[in-house]
């Protein structure tokens, strides 16, 4: 049996009214992460994936509206004030952001933007937060520490910023740390750099990492589990290892299919045809089905539902690509035959 | 190998230091700081604005006459070396030199106390309307349009007979009308600072609201701010030479460059010198102020050139 999850979201849904009609942004979903696990959740831009972490954190846009229950550590975190949430957020639950170039504020010096956090949440005095600051920066292998806390962001590159992120994130030693897309603003020696960093750091401090990223590549090298989401919904969910040597659904195999390699030739790439649906006005059944290949009359008419496959494997899929008897890939026309 | 390994160090001392220099961090401000000096109109302008304050505030201490004592012996005269009124004097027989210092005086003085009731009023009004936006946003600027809608020449005579006259008041009711363009300009930065990613950092590690305004807003409006604020100067000046003017402001025997230049004015065919002088400084003074808020906006925004 698995202990209590860390975060389980149930039901979980995200709308955002908007002149056109009521976006369904994130819809019935259900997600949990164990203490100390790395999850990742992939999907295209719009798959809601970043919206769904936004709105655990509770910085949504004025126009969205939260149903259903997030919760980190059993609390509800959508049932809380304002003020309740600002003593979460920081302390059991960090954010690091995309952008390291934004993300810090370029009007104060990296010693105080990293003691904030500090005093706000442990109420350590200002020398002890320097001194706290300072270790910290040490830890994510920021060279000549001493003096470039002393520094303003702009001072910095690229990389020492995200860093400088990703020691803010680990200040307060959270349980949860969700990193919306680390990797994605840095050049790629320094993704790895910063990917090694994350790992050393994650089983040093026992903190669980939620990946949000589009980068398959980056989920391959340190996830423990995939969930991967289409239009607002998770639509397989496996061990990373699994998910990537036999995708279960259709949609995850379309989107392995799709990354370029270097192996390979640019004509192997096949993009998924079709675009993302509307979630305005989503179609109806299984939600993949407009830009499905092995589409069926039952996969137009209902909606499959997020079901276990095989062992620790998940998948909404009328037709996946495994047999249940057997735990071997087969043709989904066999499957359904 | 040996020798690559000392190119290598040679290399080290000739870059490294250079790219990474040891002085005190490059805050957005210092780096504002040093475009301004290379600014020629605006250093100028620095020098004779500086020339103006230190003469107001020390000159009066060197000079035989002050502002209200009439000289006995020269009614009407004109500016000559030879009496020591270096700007003449005027019907009464007061200095005009030290008429102007202290008009001078009066005149800064109105500035800077407007000046930072506004400042502080509209950034405050304008940063907490813009980051917290929606309704509270609507109100509060609404209350801004219908204060700018009322005659300010209204609000003052009100505040005038509500509290009787006094030269304090009077300053404080140009900066409170004054705030109301600070807290225009500060909320658009505002709404668009607050969806920086920074602000969003800051609130996903739990800081508050209005430590989120004081901290992270506040300090990034320094650019917009400094300069509205130089430009505001010359205006309240203005502003209250009209005041004074219709009777409202600095009440005789004192005086501003305002009421100096009302007064010349009147007598401009026979005594040229009692509006050369006073408009001389205002003109300075204002000139220099604009070219200095010309030199800060591009300082702190080079791209906007």
């Known amino acids: 049996m698995r202990d209590a999850p860390l975060l389980a979201l149930k039901d979980y849904a995200i709308t955002f009214a ?21 999850l990742a959740v992939v999907g295209e831009s719009g798959s809601g994936k970043s919206q769904t972490f936004n709105g655990v954190f509770g910085l949504l846009a004025r126009n969205a509206t939260t149903s259903g229950e997030a919760r980190l550590e059993g ?14 957020r920081g302390r059991d639950m960090a954010m690091v952001f995309q952008d390291p170039m934004t993300a810090l504020n370029p009007a104060m010096k990296i010693r105080k933007q990293l003691a904030e956090t500090l005093t706000v949440h442990r109420g350590l005095s200002r020398r002890e937060a320097n001194a706290e600051s300072l270790a910290i920066m040490k830890r994510v292998g920021i060279p000549e520490a001493e003096r470039r806390i002393e520094q303003y962001p702009h ?17 307060c030693r959270p349980k949860l740390i969700v990193a919306d897309e680390p990797t994605t603003a840095l050049d790629v020696t320094i993704q790895a750099q910063i990917l090694d960093l994350f790992r050393d750091l994650i089983a040093e401090t026992g903190t669980a990492l939620i990946l949000i990223t589009h980068d398959l590549g980056v989920v391959a090298g340190v996830a423990d589990r995939v969930a991967v989401m289409y239009a607002g919904r998770i639509v397989e969910s496996a061990e990373a290892d699994a998910l990537f040597s036999r995708p279960a659904m259709p949609y995850t195999a379309a989107l392995m299919r799709s990354i370029p390699r270097p192996d390979q030739d640019v004509e192997a790439v096949e993009p998924i045809p079709g675009r993302p649906p509307d979630l305005i006005r989503p179609p109806t059944g299984c939600p993949f089905h407009p830009r499905c290949r092995f589409v069926e009359d039952r996969c137009r008419r209902e909606r499959p539902p997020l079901a276990e496959v095989a062992p620790g494997r998940q998948a909404a ?10 735990g071997t890939e087969t043709a989904p026309e066999a499957a359904h035959g | 190998m040996t020798l690559y390994a000392g190119k290598r160090e040679a290399l080290e001392d000739a870059f490294l230091d250079r790219d990474m220099p040891r002085g005190k961090p490059r805050s957005l401000t210092r780096d504002a700081m040093r475009r301004l000096r290379a600014n020629k ?27 209200e004592t009439p000289d006995w012996s020269a ?25 102007t210092l202290y008009g001078t005086r009066i005149s800064l003085t109105v500035a800077i106390i407007a000046t930072t009731v506004s400042v502080v009023v509209g950034v405050l009004y304008g940063a907490t309307s813009g980051f917290l936006g929606g309704r509270i946003d609507q109100a509060m600027m609404r209350f801004v349009d219908v204060m700018y809608a009322l005659p300010y020449i209204l609000f003052v005579i009100l505040l005038m007979v509500m509290f009787g006259r006094n030269v304090f008041l009077l300053f404080a009711a140009i900066g409170l009308l004054e705030w109301l363009t600070m807290a225009r300009i500060v909320r658009g930065q505002t709404l668009s600072l607050k969806e920086r990613e920074f602000i969003e950092a800051a609130r996903a590690s739990g800081v508050a609201t209005f430590p989120i305004i004081l901290r992270h807003i506040v300090p990034n409006l320094v650019g917009p701010v400094v300069i509205y604020a130089t430009l505001t100067v010359p205006e309240i000046v203005i502003t209250e030479s009209f005041l004074s ?17 009302a007064e010349g004015t009147d007598v401009l065919e026979v005594m040229p010198w009692l509006l050369l002088f006073p408009g001389a400084v205002l003109v300075s003074l204002l000139l220099s102020l604009a070219f200095i808020g010309d030199g800060l906006r591009d300082a702190f925004d080079p791209k906007d050139r």
């Open chain 1, 75 to 88: 609390r509800n975190l959508l049932d809380l004030s304002p003020r309740e949430l600002d003593q979460i």
């Open chain 1, 155 to 171: 001072q910095l590159s690229g990389g020492m910023r995200q860093r400088v992120v990703i020691a803010m994130a680990l200040l």
């Open chain 2, 245 to 261: 003017y219709l009777g409202f402001g600095v009440q005789e025997p004192l005086t501003s460059l305002g009421t100096l230049i």
């Open chain 1, 317 to 326: 899929c009328w037709f996946p690509f495994i047999d249940e008897t057997a």
């Open chain 2, 75 to 99: 009614f009407r005269a004109p500016p000559s070396l030879e009496s020591g009124h270096y700007f003449g004097t005027d019907q009464n027989g007061r200095d005009l030199l030290a008429r």
């Open chain 2, 41 to 67: 109109a605006a250093v100028v302008s620095l020098f004779v604005l500086a020339f103006i304050v230190l003469a107001a505030i020390f000159a009066p201490f060197f000079i035989p006459y002050d502002y």
């Open chain 1, 18 to 38: 908007t002149p056109d009609g009521t976006v369904q942004a994130v819809n019935g979903l259900d997600l949990s992460v164990q203490p100390g696990e790395v």
